[in-house]
């Protein structure tokens, strides 16, 4: 059970995401804060794997203390009918499948990696309490552009390159089910692509081949 304090040295404006979307990412991270069972501190030992209800684990270090993925127990071992509570000054954090891991983990978008990389975006991308919808092309797409262009945008990443990066993302999560005929969606650039239903899905005339790619922080198209 971590503290208000714990809670308090979440980024800003984090904690105010989480309980405008509980169903969501609250749930994920509450669920990773319980296991079932009693388990006091004594029957705990160095290195133990904890399964938690939101399945995955968490590891106990007893080095200096007792500690839950690195959170100190500050009080252990309060008993009730139906458990025990220890608590912690930290706010346990599960991993997390974000736009970015979607992204890097496919074999279709190496140079759209190479790019976000180069750009410096991959930590925006990864971040799981941000809400992105990225259009991402994929390799065969960046191969029709005229030859020379992936390299000379590689070479400044800073410039024409984020711009044409952040044309691909919009702060929102849009499902496909979500988009209209004649749709306007406000990129991240500032300008808007715009959507058509004509036979398909098409963001600005580029078809959408394979759609709602979902990670806990919006959707990959």
Same mark, same amino acid.
């Given at each position: 059970?971590?503290?208000?304090?714990?809670?308090?040295?979440?980024?800003?404006?984090?904690?105010?995401?989480?309980?405008?979307?509980?169903?969501?990412?609250?749930?994920?991270?509450?669920?990773?804060?319980?296991?079932?069972?009693?388990?006091?501190?004594? +029957?705990?030992?160095?290195?133990?794997?904890?399964?938690?209800?939101?399945?995955?684990?968490?590891?106990?270090?007893?080095?200096?203390?007792?500690?839950?993925?690195?959170?100190?127990?500050?009080?252990?071992?309060?008993?009730?009918?139906?458990?025990?509570?220890?608590?912690?000054?930290?706010?346990?954090?599960?991993? $997390?499948?974000?736009?970015?891991?979607?992204?890097?983990?496919?074999?279709?978008h190496m140079t759209l990696e190479a790019a976000i990389l180069a750009a410096g975006l991959d930590a925006p991308l990864n971040n799981a309490f941000g809400t992105f919808t990225v259009f991402a092309p994929t390799d065969d797409a960046f191969d029709l552009l005229p030859d020379g262009t992936v390299d000379a945008l590689l070479a400044d990443p +800073?410039? !024409?390159?984020?711009?044409? !990066?952040?044309?691909?993302?919009?702060?929102?999560?849009?499902?496909?089910? +979500?988009?209209?005929?004649?749709?306007?969606?406000?990129?991240?650039?500032?300008?808007?692509?715009?959507?058509?239903?004509?036979?398909?899905? $098409?963001?600005?005339?580029?078809?959408?081949?394979?759609?709602?790619?979902?990670?806990?922080?919006?959707?990959?198209?």
């Amino acid at each position: 059970a971590p503290t208000d304090a714990a809670f308090d040295a979440l980024p800003d404006g984090v904690l105010d995401a989480l309980l405008a979307d509980p169903s969501g990412l609250l749930t994920d991270i509450l669920l990773y804060h319980v296991t079932e069972g009693a388990v006091l501190s004594d +029957d705990l030992s160095d290195g133990q794997m904890v399964t938690t209800l939101n399945g995955q684990d968490v590891t106990v270090s007893l080095d200096g203390g007792v500690f839950i993925n690195g959170a100190e127990v500050t009080m252990a071992n309060l008993e009730a009918d139906n458990g025990v509570v220890h608590v912690i000054d930290a706010v346990l954090l599960p991993e $997390f499948n974000t736009v970015w891991n979607i992204i890097e983990d496919s074999d279709d978008h190496m140079t759209l990696e190479a790019a976000i990389l180069a750009a410096g975006l991959d930590a925006p991308l990864n971040n799981a309490f941000g809400t992105f919808t990225v259009f991402a092309p994929t390799d065969d797409a960046f191969d029709l552009l005229p030859d020379g262009t992936v390299d000379a945008l590689l070479a400044d990443p +800073d410039g !024409l390159l984020t711009d044409i !990066l952040l044309y691909h993302v919009a702060g929102i999560e849009a499902l496909s089910g +979500d988009l209209s005929d004649g749709q306007m969606v406000t990129t991240l650039n500032g300008q808007s692509v715009t959507v058509s239903l004509d036979g398909g899905v $098409f963001i600005n005339d580029a078809e959408v081949i394979l759609a709602d790619l979902t990670a806990d922080n919006g959707v990959v198209h």
